[in-house]
Structure formats: C-alpha cells, structure tokens
C-alpha cells in the first residue's frame, strides 16, 4: 500500500526491534479496519443518495427529517432499526447455509476493494493481477445468492437465486471481454498500469474503440449488481423480494450492503478502467476519484428509476446473442488497434 | 321476432315470453336450457353478460342475460329450482364465461349445475355451510 | 420441441393473496414448468363483503354508498348503473343539467382510474417513476371530486333522480384547465413507456386474447376492445346524453397487453373530448328530478347499465313495492376477466403474469362484492 507511510513505519518498527511480521499484521488490520470504514460510510451515503436521486426524479423529496433538512442520517436510523428487529429464521432452512449466505456475498465485495486505486499511492494491494482478482473475486457472491435462496425453503428465493445464478453467469463473459479490452490497451493486468497508461488526459473512453467496452462495461456492471433493468433476482413486483425474501433484520442489511458496496465498486472501477481514475487538476486525487465514482453511480441511479425491467428470457438472449459477439468484436478491434499502434 | 323464432322452435319449453323495453323476458324450462342458449348464440346473442338468481320464496328463479352486440336487446331468460337441492343443466359448453357466474349461483342459492367442470364455492370459504342469498338463511 | 433429458417437477406457486401485484387480495394459483406457467387457478373471495345481501335489508337511497365500493377506482360508474336501474323502476328521469353534470363525473373518473392503470401497470414492469407521475396527474381530479362532492375517491355523488350537489362556483374553470393540463403529459407518458423497447419487448405479443373468446367469456371494456372488438356501451346502448356527443370508440387489433394498455392510453384523451364538450354544452336547471322522500318503486325488475372504466357495468334490481329491494345484482367486469385470466395466462412466463394481469386492469372490490 501507500508505499511511503508502509516503509516508515517498517523503519521505525525494525529500529525498535520488534519482529517484522507483527508490524505487517497490524498493518494488514488496519488497512482492513479503514478499508471496512469506508464502505460503510460509503454504503450509508449510497443509500441516502439513492433515495435523494429517486425523490428528484419522481418529483418529490425523499428523506427530509432525521439529521437535518436534507435527512443524511436517514440511513442510519434504518442501519440502527434493522439491527434491532427480531432475526427470524423460519423453518425448514437449512440454517448453516441460510447463515453462512450472508457472508459469501458480503465478504467478497469487501475483498475487491483491495485493488481499488483511491490515488497514486493510496491502493491497498496493487497486485500484479489486479484485473483478474477483481474478476474472479467479484464473481462470488453469486454463490451466496443461491446459497440464500436455496437454504430459505421459499418458491420465491429458489425462483430469484436460480435467476441470479443465470444472468451473472450470463454477464460474466461480456464483462470480461470489456475489461480484455482494457487491458489490452494498457498492457497490464496491473490497475497501477492500467492507470499510468492514462496519465496525461488520455483517458481510455476517449480512445477509439474503448468506448464500445465502455458501453459492454456499462451494461454488464447493472446486471452484476442486480439492477434495473436486470434486477430480476429481486423482482420487487414478482417475486416480492426473490432471493432474500426470508431475511429479516441484520442479515437483510448485509444484502443491502453487500448491493451498495459492489455499486460502488463497479462504478469506481468503471472510472478505473475508462475515466483515468484518481487523475484531474488542482483537486487532490481522491476528491477526482470520489466525483468520478459518485457521477457514474448517479448515473446508474438514474437508469434504475426510468427503465423498465427485462423478463429473464430476454436478458439472457440479449447476453449471449448481442452482447457476446460485440464483445468479442471489440476485443478484436481493440487489438487491431492496439497493434498498429495507434495510441 | 325473435321471441316467435324461440316460440315455434322449442314450444312448450318456452313457458312464458314478453317484451318489454329492449328485453325479451323469457320463461325457460330447465331441461331445455342449453338448447334455448344454443339457439340464442346462433341468433347473435353471443355475449353472456349475467347469470345470477334470485330468491322468489316460493322458488329459486336462476336469471340468464345475453345481450346482442348487433342489434342491442337483451335476452333475459329464467329458470326456476326448488329452494333446496335444485339441479340445472349448465351452460359452460355454450359460454365459456359461463363457469364462474355458475359456481356463485351454486354458492349463494344452492343450486347444483350438471355437467360443470368444477362445481364448488367461489366468493366464500370452501367449508362455508349454507347458502346466503337465499331469503331463509340466517346469519349467526 | 427439445427433448427432455432429466425428469422436472411441476411446482405450484401462489401469487397471492398478498402480493405486490395482483392489485389488491387475489390469489393465484400457478402451476409452473421452470418459468412457464401451465396453468392458473385463480381463487377470489377474499374480497367478498356480501354488498348484494346487505342491499337486501337496506333502503334504495342507503345502498347507494355501498356501490361506490364495489370498483372502488371509479365509483361514479357503479352509482349511475345501480341509479339508472332504480329511475327504471320509478319511471323517474334525471333533469338535462344532471345528465351532463353525471357525464362530466362518469368522465372524470374513467380518467382517475386510467391513470391508476397506467401508474399501477409501469410499477408492475418496474418503471417506477411512472407510477408516482401517474399518481400526481391524477391528484387535480381528486381535488376536482372533493370541492363537489366532499370526497376524493367514493364520491356518491348521484342521487335517484339526479345529483346529490350541484358543482360550485370555480368548478368549471377548474376542470377546463385540468383538460389543458393533462394531454401534454398524456404524451410525455406514452413516449416514456411505448417508446421504450424494453417495456414493448415486457408488452407485445405477451397475453393474447383472440376476440371471439373475449366475447365468449363475457369480456368487456378496453380488454375487449384491445382485441379489437368495437364494442362500447356509451356507443351502442347510449344513457345520459352520450348520444349527443362526439368521441371515439378506441380499439386496437393487437389482442396483447399493448394493445389493451394503448386503448386506455387514447381513451383518456377521448374522455378529456368529452368533458369539454359537456362544459361547453351545460344547461342550466335543477340537479334533481322531484322524488318522492321514501323510495318504493313499483313491482318490477329493471337492469342498468354503464360502461365502467373496466367494462360492462351492469345492476340488477328487482322491487316489491317497499322500500327495500328484493333483489340487487352487480354485474361486474372484473369477474369475468379473472375467469378469462387462465386462458390469458397459460404458456407465458412468470414475468409475464404480471404483465398480463396489470393489463387487464382489474380491482377486486367488485369480483368478489
């Protein structure tokens, strides 16, 4: 990480004669405490953010009351008021599963943070597979939607998980066809590379044919995390609440977490790979960082409350008979282009 | 006109006919009932809009409405039942819609149709005893 | 068809009674193969207050109230087809003001509760913000219903004989704004929803209902006309002063959801037609015809009958001669459209379910009564 702090505090640690590893222990835990900490406030803004966004666009509100005029601890009072609720676990689940869903899905999209590029220096682990940890990674908490809709004993959650199973399943490929496209633009599966290769302005959705992947990348990101108009899993109105249907209380909030934060995730991501991450004048790195996540995010808000949404059917055919063939049409001209060495 | 064309056809089962406004109020004979909605059908009376009943006191009177886009009149034709156990020919091979209205006349009054596909209660609860809308019914 | 290579089980799922989308206690019974649905039992009654038994032991004028609530979306309807019935009966007619005033709220509320439709049936497809900009448009009528009537959604505003009010002052200006302010809008909606692909992809070619089966199952109103039956009760058995008046009859030929979500579309804007033109035309006069205080129609039977925003309304009354019916029948739309939902649904996909059931638009006040 943040290669500077790390080696002072590895100098300091030596010169006082303490063993090495206990200094990378608490190094490890503390960059997970604040990594943790950051979702969280995250989430909980997200949430707020959401609920603004929707309010605007439907003409009214939104949260007004708690914290103020404009309601910013709206999501705490709900945080604080799903923690209290009763846990319910019905009968007939098979509870080590209905227990352990939860955490499949919840873990994995804090783990993916480990790559995410908040500045120069400031990356938790920048390892030489970055793109490939956020792929394998970001894949898992599928399984821990089946997980939650197999152990719940309901019709619905079976309906919403084997749903889930088939559209991420579905969207895997072109998501990564997207992101081959990245990487062979810069090279690397380093994010570190892939940011460098866009130093200077040259960010990568301003080069042709990077903005088609960016376009794969856009829809696929909504489908991985289950939003309008690919948010069948949950289908509010069929399938009251799909695979999370028999969660109640602080397991429920860990699904809605876990949602907000891959938001997060892909839309910062999204800035990675396209939008030359933390780069921009005279704002310090994170604050671009920060603004280009949150714009994406609020872009995805805004498809959310103004699409429709897809029948299963019809967002696996669009997968595999549209979006597969134009992703491999893109990774094929991005090489094309790559090697005539246009860039 | 149509009720001479009803007349000369069935006879006898057509016990009582008049006009009145754009009605034609028919008196059926229960056993010819599909017959009688048959002939209606061909005639343009192809909309069922209604089969109901109503409890007289001295019988159940099972009321059948069909109305005809084309000309506009109303076929109003009735059968009667005893108030107890009463059995009628459905009409579900005629009118397709005329299953459920079926069922809330067996549920309501009592009256059993032959030859129903599915002849059970539909508005109140499968182990409901009794038969409201008849006039003796008491609620407890 | 593929060939089966591992056995599957049938699963039987209820939709229902509670349930986000079957627009109010309704119950569907599906049977499906994987995402298809095989078939459908709806089962209905959760509903049932027993209106018609109670009509019997109320007088005429107090059952009026109870049939605001059998479709509760448009009440004016179900208070015209019970009044046209017991007027019937009296020999009573409506004075010329009434009429036009009836025609006016019949119209208002058609558009109420198409509105409702077109909020109810994007929230069902997930197009949220529809629903709520549905609802917003419909909130000037609401206020429309209060300053005459004293009441947003059950309005009893009919009277054997005529109106319970006349509308106040500022009421009529109030309503022509409303007829200038709704057609742009009107138009915003229809581009955001059928000039959306992925809601025609949700919409077209799903549901279809050939014409002649409609008719067979006694469907009627924008179901029946989105088969492209031409059928419509204000058209062809006019009451009040319909036939006086100019408008369409909309139908589509299409027999899918679209279709049946297209004619109510354009009938709000026929509805809107028609209100102008009654606000041009309205005499002046009395609201009400001289009635006798208690109401005891003579012996005999009549039938009313009104084309609801759902279809053929229709009330069956039949006096004694006292002051309490022997008999009151609602013939209600919706009923036979949830009889005809199995035959709707059978073949389609659960997505579809809601689709399809959004489309037919119906309430469950008045199929189970």
Redesign the interface.
């Known amino acids: 990480m943040s290669v500077g702090p790390y080696l002072r505090l590895t100098a300091w640690w030596q010169a006082s004669g303490w063993p090495t590893w206990i200094a990378d222990t608490i190094w490890m835990v503390l960059m997970a405490a604040i990594v943790t900490v950051f979702i969280m406030v995250t989430v909980l803004v997200l949430v707020w953010l959401e609920r603004k966004v929707s309010g605007d666009i439907q003409s009214r509100v939104g949260p007004n009351r708690v914290g103020g005029r404009f309601g910013p601890l709206q999501t705490a009072a709900d945080a604080l008021k799903l923690l209290m609720k009763e846990d319910i676990i019905a009968e007939g689940t098979d509870k080590v599963v209905f227990i352990l869903a939860p955490f499949v899905v919840f873990v994995p999209t804090l783990l993916v943070f480990m790559v995410v590029p908040f500045s120069g220096t400031w990356i938790v682990s920048d390892l030489n597979l970055g793109v490939l940890f956020v792929v394998a990674v970001s894949a898992f908490p599928v399984v821990g939607l089946i997980m939650a809709g197999w152990s719940s004993n309901n019709k619905y959650a079976i309906m919403g998980a084997l749903r889930a199973a088939a559209q991420s399943l579905s969207y895997e490929v072109p998501l990564l066809m997207a992101m081959v496209c990245v990487v062979v633009a810069a090279g690397s599966l380093r994010i570190g590379d892939i940011v460098e290769a866009q130093r200077g302005g040259h960010w990568f959705i301003l080069r042709f044919p990077l903005q088609l992947a960016f376009v794969i990348y856009f829809i696929t990101a909504l489908a991985e995390v289950n939003r309008v108009p690919f948010d069948l899993p949950e289908a509010e109105s069929e399938l009251v609440a799909g695979y999370h249907v028999e969660y109640s209380g602080m397991r429920f909030a860990f699904f809605f977490l876990a949602e907000f934060a891959h938001l997060f995730f892909v839309s910062a991501f999204c800035a990675t790979l396209f939008f030359g991450a933390w780069e921009g004048p005279w704002l310090p790195p994170v604050a671009w960082f920060l603004i280009k996540s949150y714009a994406i995010v609020i872009v995805i808000m805004w498809v959310r409350w103004t699409l429709p949404r897809l029948r299963i059917d019809q967002v696996m055919s669009f997968a595999w008979k549209l979006l597969v063939p134009v992703g491999l049409a893109a990774v094929m001209l991005t090489a094309l282009v790559r090697m005539q060495g246009r860039w | 006109m149509m009720l001479e064309k009803l007349k000369a056809q069935f006879g006898d089962a057509i016990e009582s006919a008049e006009e009145a406004g754009r009605e034609l109020r028919v008196q059926v004979a229960p056993q010819s009932l599909v017959q009688v909605a048959r002939a209606a059908k061909d005639e343009g009376f192809a909309y069922l809009a209604d089969i109901t009943a109503m409890d007289t006191n001295d019988a159940l009177r099972v009321v059948y409405r069909l109305i005809s886009f084309a000309t506009g009149w109303h076929l109003v034709a009735s059968a009667l039942a005893p108030r107890a156990g009463g059995r009628l020919p459905s009409l579900t091979a005629v009118f397709r819609g005329a299953e459920w209205p079926e069922r809330e006349v067996y549920d309501m009054f009592g009256v059993r149709f032959d030859g129903h596909p599915d002849m059970r209660r539909i508005l109140l609860t499968d182990d409901w005893e009794g038969h409201p809308l008849l006039k003796t019914w008491q609620a407890k | 068809m593929t060939q089966r290579l591992t056995p599957t089980e049938t699963?039987v799922?209820n939709m229902g009674p509670q349930?986000?989308?079957t627009h109010g206690v309704l119950r569907l019974q599906l049977t499906l193969d994987g995402?298809v649905v095989l078939d459908c039992m709806p089962v209905?009654?959760y509903l049932?207050r027993?209106i018609?038994?109670i009509g019997e032991a109320r007088t005429y004028p107090q059952i009026l109230p109870y049939t605001d609530r059998l479709d509760y979306l448009s009440s004016a309807s179900n208070n015209l087809a019970y009044v046209q019935a017991v007027e019937?009966l009296m020999g009573v007619e409506a004075p010329e003001r009434a009429r036009y005033l009836r025609v006016i709220l019949l119209e208002l509320n058609r558009i109420a509760s198409h509105l409702m439709f077109v909020a109810t049936f994007?929230?069902?497809?997930?197009?949220?913000?529809v629903f709520?900009?549905g609802l917003?448009e419909r909130e000037p009528i609401m206020d429309l219903f209060e300053m005459w009537t004293g009441a947003r959604l059950t309005q009893s505003g009919l009277r054997v004989g005529g109106l319970a009010r006349d509308i106040p002052e500022g009421f009529v200006d109030k309503a022509r704004e409303y007829c200038t302010f709704l057609p742009p809008r009107l138009d915003e909606y229809d581009r955001?929803?059928s000039g959306?692909r992925?809601?025609r992809?949700?919409t077209e070619g799903i549901g279809i209902l050939p014409p002649e089966?409609a008719?067979?199952?006694?469907?009627s109103g924008p179901t029946l006309r989105g088969s492209g039956?031409r059928?419509d009760i204000r058209r062809?058995?006019p009451y009040e002063v319909y036939d006086q008046l100019e408008f369409d009859v909309v139908t589509t030929s299409t027999c899918d959801c679209m279709g049946r979500y297209a004619v109510r579309m354009q009938e709000m804007r026929q509805s809107l037609r028609i209100i102008q033109q009654c606000l041009d035309r309205l005499p002046d006069g009395e609201v009400i015809a001289k009635v006798p205080r208690t109401i005891r129609p003579p012996a005999g039977e009549a039938?009313g009958r009104v084309e609801s925003p759902r279809g053929?309304f229709?009330c069956?009354v039949?006096s004694d001669g006292g002051p309490q019916p022997?008999?009151v029948?609602f013939?209600t739309p919706s009923?036979?459209h949830?009889?005809?939902l199995p035959?709707m649904l059978r073949g389609w996909?659960?997505?579809?379910?809601?689709a399809i059931l959004g489309s037919v638009d119906i309430v469950l006040g008045e199929v189970?009564?």
């Open positions: 699963m799922l349930h986000p989308s995402e209905i009654g049932h027993g018609e038994k019937k994007a929230n069902d497809l997930a197009a949220t913000t709520l900009y917003r955001l929803l959306n992925i809601f992809v949700r089966e008719i067979d199952y006694g469907c039956v059928y062809d058995e039938y053929d229709g069956w039949v022997a008999r029948r013939r009923f036979y949830v009889a005809a035959r996909k659960i997505g579809d379910v809601v189970d009564r």
